[in-house]
């Protein structure tokens, strides 16, 4: 049985779990998912614990609310909106906590800021460490504004294709498309540091 | 192709943050991620970690409740220190319970007032059947009249009628020699028990009730 499931696709599985309510083909959505879905949250709140914690909630919403799935959707994007959703959430809600919040909108000084936060960019041996590296990228990313980052990640971390995009974030494909690019533009700027070593 | 054409120029613009981006590792979820989430389904643990999202007029009106709730409780404040207390000695004073509680088929009357203007019938039944100041003329269910000898809660000997007392007349002609020890001080102790409020029931009231005594009074004569 676990392995004939485990040739479904994941709307197949789905089907089964609304239908019949087969735990199993739970379990083998959220084997699929986990990860691809842990790395999505993780680059969008720059926080690993958070993210575990949202990955959790969204797995929870998608056993209670597995009949609020439509068979004409694509799992992969029910499963991100939820996923997305709750990201944003998290992120307004630490907003709205921070008592001296960082300033979102984009100016020329924001990869000064980035180098004065972390003197290692002044420093090209270490930066040449991939880890570190990867920690600057993932530093720069949570710089740009999150309706931007968002996007950025679907499209050029999870590899999502302009049209899936705009059904996980509801928005127009002109949307996607020109927020893609003001992201992208936002983190030039800001790893420009990078790019010269 | 329109899009094609987008994607391409688009993707070597931004090249360098592409695959700065493609080159971050993969985060991958925890080991213990499934027994746990399989744990909280199994143990029906469904309290979400993410906070719910709060609607933007609740944030809005929770602010401003908490002002004008403020903001009252200051005006309470400010206006009570106005000093506007009220004089002990200008209060009415309280009426004794146990005294004006009055059931409702019955009338107290005092035999000496004037101003209840009893039938005969009635007055002869006041007359013959009291000697202190105050009776109770109770009309029973069963339509029988009874007259009750209203105790009162304080000595009659040294009580004063006010009314009397300062228009230069005693009661019935009666001198009350105690009454200069309710203003007694010194080592005495003072009986003074407190005022009572002699009330007058209504006109309408003492009518009803006296035609009913009427023709109560001639059924028990026949």
Redesign the interface.
């Known amino acids: 049985m676990s392995t004939k499931l485990a040739e479904l696709t994941d709307e197949e599985l789905i089907k089964e779990f609304q239908d019949n309510n087969t735990l199993e083909a739970y379990e083998l959505l959220v084997k699929r998912f986990k990860d691809p879905l842990t790395n999505f949250v993780y680059r969008f709140v720059g926080d690993r614990d958070v993210s575990t914690d949202i990955v959790q909630d969204t797995m929870i919403k998608f056993y209670l609310k597995k009949d609020s799935y439509q068979s004409f959707a694509k799992f992969s994007t029910w499963i991100y909106t939820i996923a997305g959703n709750l990201a944003k959430n998290e992120l307004k809600r630490r907003k709205r906590r921070k008592i001296y919040s960082l300033d979102d909108n984009f100016d020329d000084d924001e990869s000064k800021k980035i180098q004065v936060e972390d003197k290692s960019f002044f420093e090209p041996d270490r930066a040449a460490d991939s880890n570190l590296k990867s920690g600057l990228i993932q530093k720069a990313l949570m710089k740009v504004k999150p309706v931007y980052r968002e996007v950025v990640i679907l499209r050029d971390v999870e590899d999502f294709s302009y049209d899936e995009i705009a059904d996980i974030t509801g928005l127009s494909i002109g949307t996607v498309k020109s927020r893609i690019n003001r992201g992208r533009t936002q983190l030039q700027k800001l790893l420009k540091y990078i790019y010269k070593e | 192709m329109e899009?094609n054409n987008?994607k391409s120029k688009?993707e070597e613009k931004?090249s360098?943050?592409?695959s700065?981006?493609?080159?971050?590792?993969?985060?991958?979820?925890?080991d213990n991620?499934?027994f746990?989430?399989?744990t909280?389904?199994n143990n029906k643990n469904?309290e979400?970690?993410?906070?719910?999202?709060v609607f933007f007029i609740k944030r809005i009106f929770a602010p401003a409740a908490a002002l004008a709730f403020s903001v009252l409780i200051v005006f309470f404040l400010v206006n009570d220190s106005g000093g506007n207390i009220e004089n002990p000695f200008l209060m009415e004073p309280t009426m004794r319970q146990d005294f004006s509680a009055v059931k409702s088929d019955t009338i107290e009357l005092r035999s000496s007032s004037e101003n209840l203007a009893l039938t005969e019938q009635s007055q002869n039944i006041v007359s013959q059947t009291t000697n202190s100041g105050v009776v109770r003329v109770v009309v029973q269910p069963s339509d029988a009249v009874t007259i009750e000898t209203v105790q009162l809660p304080f000595s009659d000997e040294n009580a004063v009628d006010l009314d009397s007392f300062v228009s230069g007349e005693s009661e019935n002609g009666r001198v009350n020699l105690n009454r200069g020890s309710l203003v007694s001080g010194g080592n005495s102790a003072s009986s003074f028990d407190g005022f009572l409020i002699s009330e007058r029931p209504s006109k309408e009231c003492v009518e009803s009730h006296k035609a009913r005594l009427d023709s109560l009074k001639k059924l028990q004569e026949k």
Do not use: C, G, W
């Open positions: 899009v987008y688009q931004f360098d943050v592409i700065a981006l493609k080159s971050l590792p993969k985060v991958k979820a925890e991620f499934e746990n989430l399989m909280r389904i469904f979400m970690h993410t906070p719910k999202k």
